[in-house]
Each structure stands twice: as structure tokens, then as C-alpha cells.
Nanobody
Framework: VQLVESGGGEVQAGGSLRLACVVS????????MGWFRQVPGKEREGVAT???????SYGDSVKGRFTIAADVAKNTLYLQMNSLKPEDTAMYYC????????????????????????WGQGTQVTVSS
């Protein structure tokens, strides 16, 4: 499975960005896909996950502001980020796993690589105040 992110950049607080992740390879094996972020010196954080039936889970810090969506026909995962805050500044990674679990479990398990997880190279998001 290969994942390639795009859409990062710099935006002022209150602005919006949409990240995209194109997935290729054995995509039919993916049970969960999601977005994660990491700031240097801190643990990787689960932002949002979506599973093959369409169940979604969000991290507490982004609920109500971020929206995850998947376009199966285009093999693309999106993350719409609204009302961005300086604390959203991080490297954002797209990931996929063939492991079975609930959407809530996937946020933590994938972030900590406790299950087989495939990662993209990341895209930087910087929010200025």
C-alpha cells in the first residue's frame, strides 16, 4: 500500500485547508484509514479515522472543525480542516491498516503503530496567529 499526501501549507488562524491522500496498491485490504499529526518532540496524535463501512472517529481537539471523507472511486482520502488554530500546526500523515477494530480503537492503535500501519511521507501544516 502506498499513500501520498498533498494540500499542506501555511494559513492564518481561522482559515481552512483541505488535505488529500491518494492510495494505491492493495487498497481492498484497508480496513481503516486515517489522518494523524505529529509535532517534533511530541507523540503522534490521532486526528480522524474512517473504516470501510464508513464509521468515523475524531480526536477531541478537532471535533466540530475537521471532517474526514473518502472517495472510493478515486482511492483518495480527504481531511477538510476549518477554523484552524496555531496549535494545529504539525506534520500531517495519512495512514491505512488492514487490522480489524472499532473506529475509536483505530485512532490510538494506528497512532502508536500497535497494529500493522502503512504511512505516507507527510505534509506540513502551519497555522500562524
Amino acid at each position: 500500500v502506498q499513500l501520498v499526501e498533498s494540500g499542506g501549507g501555511e494559513v492564518q488562524a481561522g482559515g481552512s485547508l483541505r488535505l488529500a491522500c491518494v492510495v494505491s496498491g492493495n487498497t481492498h485490504r484497508n480496513k481503516h484509514m486515517g489522518w494523524f499529526r505529529q509535532v517534533p518532540g511530541k507523540e503522534r496524535e490521532g486526528v480522524a479515522t474512517i473504516n470501510s463501512p464508513g464509521f468515523i472517529s475524531y480526536g477531541d481537539s478537532v471535533k466540530g472543525r475537521f471532517t474526514i471523507a473518502a472517495d472510493v472511486a478515486k482511492n483518495t482520502l480527504y481531511l477538510q480542516m476549518n477554523s484552524l488554530k496555531p496549535e494545529d500546526t504539525a506534520m500531517y500523515y495519512c495512514a491505512a491498516t488492514p487490522s480489524r477494530m472499532t473506529a475509536i480503537q483505530a485512532l490510538g492503535a494506528m497512532a502508536r503503530s500497535r497494529v500493522i500501519t502503512y504511512w505516507g511521507q507527510g505534509t506540513q501544516v502551519t497555522v500562524s496567529s
